[in-house]
């Protein structure tokens, strides 16, 4: 069994787009490293992505939203987190196959990437820290062309 590792393989995920003035819905798991979305973002397209719903989206026990949250007592551990200058439990995307390039979503953000990829997307943790994640979010990835 393997357990969660932070996978980039897009290969054998089927990819959906999201057309002119349409919108799609997708679950974010905050306890999953590489929510694969399905979706590709098309390069040079004006996106909006917006959280639509949040169901308790908890590190441990500090239950907080896609904006993250930051503890002095945590500011120790911070240099450990994927994305170190962003809050703990930020919501986070990137686009495949470049997890080097993440972007802070939070609530919501316009989007017009210049090089198109499957979105993925993450709650900002320290990388062996998934494990005591918990919460969905529903996030709406609107075309607006
Ligand atoms: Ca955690």
């Known amino acids: 069994m393997v357990n ?3 996978s980039v393989n897009t290969s054998n995920v089927p990819q959906m787009l ?15 490293p590489n929510n694969h979305t399905g979706i590709s973002l098309q390069a040079n397209t ?7 719903g949040v169901q308790d989206w908890r590190d441990w026990y500090i ?11 945590l500011r120790p551990t911070a240099p ?3 994305v170190p200058n ?6 986070m ?17 316009p989007l017009t990437p210049s090089k198109g990829g499957e979105l993925i997307c ?9 494990w005591n994640n918990s919460g969905v979010l529903t996030l709406k990835i609107t075309c607006q062309g």
Request: aromatic content about 16%.
């Open 4 to 6: 969660a590792e932070i």
């Open 46 to 52: 004006s996106y909006l992505l917006e959280v639509v």
């Open 63 to 73: 239950t907080t939203d896609p904006r993250g949250y930051m503890k002095w007592y």
């Open 86 to 91: 962003q809050p703990y439990f930020a919501l």
């Open 122 to 130: 993450f709650a900002n943790d320290v990388p062996c820290m998934y």
């Open 80 to 82: 450990f987190l994927r």
């Open 18 to 32: 999201v057309r002119r003035n349409a919108s799609a819905e997708i679950k974010i798991d905050a306890a999953n």
């Open 93 to 109: 995307g990137y686009l495949a196959p470049e997890p080097s390039k993440p972007f802070f979503i939070g609530m919501s953000l």
